[in-house]
C-alpha cells in the first residue's frame, strides 16, 4: 500500500514508556516507508484520569525519539458532541439501551445465575452483561430515567447484527481476512455516566474521520476489531486495514506499564542517561528476540 495514514494514539494517564515507544516507532515506520502520513491522537475520554501534563511529556517524548507527526493534534475530549452525535445514530435504529446496573448488581446477577443449568458466555473482556437491563419495557426504563437513575448506553448485539448482517469482514496484514465475529464481547457499554463515549465507539470514529488507512495496535486488542467492524457497519465507516504487532515483554514475559517508572522514556533518558539512539537500538532488539511472544 502507498501513502499509508497510520496514528498512534496514547492515553494520557502516565508518561509514555517503551513499549509505547515500540508502538509508537511500529507505526511511524509503517508510515515513512509508504511515504505517507504519521498521526498523534490523545485519547482522553476518561476525564477523570487523564492529565494535560502528561500529554506535554508525550510531545517530548516522541520529539526526543524523532517522531514527527502531522497537526493538529486531535484530542478526543475536544469531541465529545461528535460522538454524541453518533450515539444518537445508533439511538435512532433502535440497537441502544439503557443500562441500570450498577458493577456490584452485574457482579451479583453473574453469581446468581452461574449457579444455574445455563451460565453467562464469557469473552475477551470478562463475562457478557446478562441482559437485566435489555428486558426492561419501555415505560420502566423511562420511569428510572425520569427518576434521575445514572445509566450507560449499551449495544443491543441482536438487534445491530439483524441492521448489519454476518456477512462482516476486515484484513489483518499478517493473518489476512478475518471474519467478524462481535458476538465475543456480547452487549457492550458505548457510553455511560463518568465517560461520555467508550474506547470502541471512539477510535471507530476517530480512524474514520481522519482517514486512518491503517490501524496499527497491539496483538491484545486484537479481539476489539470484531466489535470496531460492526460498528463501522452500522455507522457507515471506513473500513481501513489492521495490523497488531507483538507486545513488547520484559525479561519476565511480561507487558511494560505505566506503573513500572523505570521503563518510561523519561526515566531512561533523564535518570539512565541514555540516548534516544540506544533507545531505538534496544527497542529493535527486543522486536527481534522472543520477548514480545504475544
Known sequence: ????????????TGRLHIGHAFSALFAYRKAMESDGTFILRIEDIDLGRC???????????LSWLGITWAQP????????????????????????YPCFCTRKDIAAEIEGIGSAPHHIPTGPEGHHYPGT????STQERQDKINSGAPYALRLDLDKALAIAGTDLTWTDQDKGKQIATPAILGDVVLARKDVKASYHLCVTIDDHLQDISLVTRGSDLF???????????LLD???????????????????FAKRNNAVTLQHMREQD??????????????EKSEHPVQ
Not at 55 to 60: A, T
Not at 73 to 96: C, I, P, W
Not at 133 to 136: A, F, K
Not at 241 to 255: A, I, Q, S, V
Open 237 to 255: 465507516l471506513n473500513v481501513p486495514e489492521y495490523c497488531h504487532h507483538p507486545l513488547l515483554l520484559d525479561e519476565h514475559g511480561k507487558r
Open 133 to 136: 437491563c435489555r428486558h426492561l
Open 1 to 12: 500500500m502507498e501513502h499509508l495514514i497510520t496514528r498512534f494514539a496514547p492515553s494520557p
Open 51 to 61: 492529565r494535560d501534563e502528561f500529554i506535554d511529556g508525550f510531545y517530548e517524548d
Open 223 to 233: 479481539y476489539a476489531t470484531h466489535l470496531h467492524r460492526l460498528l463501522q457497519a
Open 73 to 96: 493534534v486531535r484530542k478526543q475530549s475536544d469531541h465529545f458532541e461528535t460522538y454524541a452525535a453518533y450515539l444518537d445514530k445508533l439511538n435512532d435504529m433502535g440497537v441502544l
Open 273 to 286: 542517561g541514555l540516548s534516544a539512539a540506544q533507545v531505538i537500538a534496544q527497542i529493535d532488539s527486543y
